[in-house]
C-alpha cells in the first residue's frame, strides 16, 4: 500500500507552533498518512515540537527543499559548494529529529532558472556531496530523493533519464528518483514512459496538475500516470502538492511562481485530491488485473 502525503503548503506558510498544529492535524482529518515539510530553512523547524505534534496526531513526515543560487551543489564555485553541503546536513538533522525518513527536492542544485548550461565540474561537485550525503543519511534509513523538475526550475534534472544517469553516478542504494507530474507534463514525452524507465529506482512521486490547482481540472494524464504505478507494482509515497497565493511561504512562493489564486479552501483541496488518488489507484491496478487474468 502506497502511503499518501499532502504538501504543508496546501495549509500554511510557515512552521510555528501554530501552524505546524493546524498543518500536521488539517492533514490528518483530511485523510492523509503523511505531511511533507519544507525545510528551504531549516533554522526555522522546532525539531522537538515538531515531532511532538507529529507524535501526537499519529502522522508521518517527510521533508523537502529545494537549493538556491548561494548554495548550490552543482555550482563549480568551492564556496558555494560548501555552503550547499552545510544546508543539506542541516536539513537532514531536521528529517532525523522529526523522524522523517525522507529527505528530497531539488537538493542537487539550485530551485531557480539558469542563464547557463551545467557544467562537468558542477556536476560532479553535486554527486560527491550527495554520496558523502547519501551514506550518512542511510545511517537512520533515510532515503534521498531528487525530484526532477522543468527547465525553469533547474538546468540539470529535467528528465527521468537524466535522474536516472545522475543516481548511477552518485551510486548509493537510497537515492531515489522523485517525479512530479507537474514538472513531467512539461519535459517527458508522456507520464508511462519515464515511470516505466525508473521501475525500482522510482522511490517519491509528486501529484500536481498542470496548473497546480484542483486535481483533474487541467492537462495531466492521471490515467496514464496511474497506469504505470501499477505496472511497475509501485509501493512508494504518493504526495499532493498544491499551491495557490491564499497561502504563501516566503522565497518558496516567488521562486515556483505562484502568482494566481487557484484555490482558496484547503480542506476542500485536499479532500478532493485524497478521494482523486484513491480512486486514481484503484482502477489502474482493477485494469492492471483485467489485463494479466
Ligand atoms: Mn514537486
Not at 492523509?32 to 513526515?61: C, H, N, W, Y
Not at 525530484?147 to 548511477?168: D, G, H, P
Amino acid at each position: 500500500m502506497n502511503q499518501i502525503g499532502v504538501h504543508a503548503l496546501v495549509w500554511v506558510g510557515g512552521w510555528s507552533e501554530e501552524e505546524c498544529r493546524q498543518a500536521i492535524e488539517n492533514s490528518k482529518t483530511a485523510g492523509f498518512d503523511l505531511i511533507e515539510i519544507p525545510v528551504l530553512d531549516p533554522a526555522t523547524i522546532d525539531i522537538d515540537m515538531t515531532r511532538q505534534v507529529l507524535q501526537s496526531v499519529g502522522l508521518k513526515a517527510g521533508c523537502s527543499l529545494g537549493l538556491s543560487f548561494e548554495t548550490d551543489i552543482s555550482s563549480a564555485d568551492p564556496a558555494v559548494v560548501a555552503g550547499g553541503d552545510r544546508l543539506l546536513h542541516e536539513a537532514l538533522d531536521v528529517a532525523r529529529g522529526i523522524g522523517a525518513e525522507y529527505l528530497g527536492g531539488v537538493i542537487y542544485s539550485a530551485l531557480g532558472k539558469y542563464s547557463h548550461m551545467p557544467t562537468p565540474e558542477g556536476r560532479a561537485n553535486c554527486v560527491n556531496v550527495l554520496r558523502d550525503l547519501a551514506r550518512e543519511a542511510a545511517q537512520d534509513g533515510i532515503t534521498l530523493g531528487l525530484e526532477t523538475v522543468n527547465r525553469y526550475e533547474s538546468n540539470l534534472l529535467n528528465t527521468a533519464a537524466q535522474t536516472l544517469e545522475l543516481i548511477e553516478d552518485i551510486n548509493e542504494d537510497n537515492v531515489v528518483v522523485h517525479l512530479d507530474t507537474y514538472h513531467m507534463n512539461i519535459e517527458e514525452a508522456n507520464f508511462r514512459i519515464p515511470v516505466m524507465a525508473c521501475g525500482d529506482r522510482l522511490g517519491y512521486v509528486h501529484i500536481g496538475e498542470s496548473h497546480r490547482g484542483y486535481l483533474g481540472t487541467g492537462t495531466v494524464d492521471f490515467a496514464d500516470l496511474f497506469n504505470a504505478l501499477a505496472t511497475i507494482n509501485y509501493q512508494g509515497t504518493i504526495t499532493f502538492e498544491s499551491f495557490s497565493s491564499a497561502v504563501v511561504a516566503p522565497n518558496l512562493s516567488t521562486t515556483l511562481a505562484i502568482w494566481r489564486n487557484l484555490w482558496s479552501d484547503g480542506m476542500d483541496l485536499a479532500r478532493h485530491a485524497r478521494q482523486f488518488i484513491d480512486e486514481g489507484l484503484q482502477k489502474s491496478s482493477r485494469s492492471l488485473a483485467e489485463a494479466n487474468p
